[in-house]
């Protein structure tokens, strides 16, 4: 059973930094997909950067140069370094997982519901 914890939001004025955090409780011997999805207020969920087992990483065209994903050495965290936040950035940033998910397919699959797992979420706030 995976499970999925997020921390690290809050609020930030624009130009400022946040490292979110995903605590990551899977199966380590199955390849993955996983990654950060944010939503903001009456808009849909978008994936906004994917790491897989390979090591792969794909970032969306709105954030690139502004975002790093990472884990750690243990495999079990995941994080979103968010650089010169705006406060269009400003939404509920979500991990997500998904065994059959590349860092390539992840975004997709989250988009048209196929994504399996997903934490609870946290806030970001930016205010300008």
């Known amino acids: 059973q995976v499970q999925l914890v997020e921390s690290g939001g809050g609020s930030v004025q624009a130009g400022g930094s946040l490292r979110l955090s995903c605590l990551v409780t899977?199966?380590?011997?199955?390849?993955?997909?996983m990654g950060w999805f944010r939503q903001a207020p009456g808009q849909a969920r978008a994936g906004i950067a994917a790491?897989?087992?390979?090591?792969?990483?794909t970032y969306a065209d709105s954030v690139k140069g502004r975002v790093s994903i990472s884990e750690n050495d243990a495999k079990n965290t995941l994080y979103l370094q968010r650089n010169k936040l705006e406060p269009e950035d400003t939404a509920m940033y979500f991990c997500?997982?998904?065994?059959?998910?590349?860092?390539?397919?992840?975004?997709?699959?989250?988009?048209?519901?196929?994504?399996?797992?997903w934490g609870k979420g946290t806030q970001v706030t930016v205010s300008s």
């Open positions: 997500a997982f998904d065994y059959r998910a590349t860092s390539a397919t992840l975004a997709t699959m989250g988009s048209v519901g196929m994504v399996t797992d």
């Open positions: 899977r199966d380590k011997s199955r390849p993955y997909g």
């Open positions: 790491i897989d087992n390979f090591g792969s990483r």
